[in-house]
Nanobody, 119 residues
Framework: QVQLVESGGGLVQTGGSLMLSCAASGTIDSINLMHWSRQAPGSQRQLVASITRGGSQTYEDFLKGRFSISRDNAKNTLYLQMNSLKPEDTAVYYC?????????????WGQGTQVTVSS
């Protein structure tokens, strides 16, 4: 089986920075697309950023250039660098990935990590 384990969330002040990590483990042949999404209290889950295996990145417009997605394929790990954080960034952040396991492509989700931005 495959598991995604997220880390790096926490409490920061407005304007601060955090680095989120998501490590994939288990029976993995390779990982294709990887994504970060988030869900604020009382809101629908929304996509934040995506990255291909080759490193091509896409971002949602609301980020205004403050976030950066990256990956380390040798470590099967996804990252999200978050800068200039605002209170409205407060949410549970999730990673998910399209994983080849025993030649089957399956989408997996992590458990989520809480990010809280205070004034």
């Amino acid at each position: 089986q495959v598991q995604l384990v997220e880390s790096g969330g926490g409490l920061v002040q407005t304007g601060g920075s955090l680095m989120l990590s998501c490590a994939a483990s288990g029976t993995i042949d390779s990982i294709n697309l990887m994504h970060w999404s988030r869900q604020a209290p009382g809101s629908q889950r929304q996509l934040v950023a995506s990255i291909t295996r080759g490193g091509s990145q896409t971002y949602e417009d609301f980020l205004k250039g403050r976030f950066s997605i990256s990956r380390d394929n040798a470590k099967n790990t996804l990252y999200l660098q978050m800068n200039s954080l605002k209170p409205e960034d407060t949410a549970v952040y999730y990673c998910n990935a399209d994983v080849f396991s025993r030649s089957r492509l399956v989408n997996y989700w992590g458990q989520g990590t809480q990010v809280t931005v205070s004034s």
